[in-house]
Nanobody, 119 residues
């Protein structure tokens, strides 16, 4: 079992930056794939970024060059650095974890943290 707790959300102006963090507790953090997802009001949840156990990263096209995902296995945390924020980045952001080496499914989810970007 893994528990995930996100932090770092808030209100930011367009063009600004925010850094989200996700603290994990439970089993060995290094053995998990980690991801960030977001869900805007009235829309479906969408993939934002992921980082594999080995550090491979991947992003949705809309955030490439602006967002950076990273992990610190010693501190059991995964972060999402968000720069050049746009109003369309407004959403609840969720951290996710999965112990399988490959795939797009995630078994463990945090409660989410709200990000609001004003124009």
């Amino acid at each position: 079992q893994v528990q995930l707790v996100e932090s770092g959300g808030g209100l930011q102006q367009a063009g600004g930056s925010l850094r989200l963090s996700c603290a994990a507790s439970g089993r060995s953090f290094g053995s998990f794939r980690m991801g960030w997802f977001r869900q805007a009001l009235g829309k479906e949840r969408e993939f934002v970024a992921r980082i594999s156990q080995s550090g491979f990263t991947d992003y949705v096209d809309s955030v490439k060059g602006r967002f950076t995902i990273s992990r610190d296995n010693g501190r059991n945390t995964v972060s999402l650095q968000m720069n050049s924020l746009k109003p369309e980045d407004t959403a609840t952001y969720y951290c996710a974890a999965d112990s399988r080496l490959y795939g797009t499914e995630y078994d463990y989810w945090g409660q989410g943290t709200q990000v609001t970007v004003s124009s």
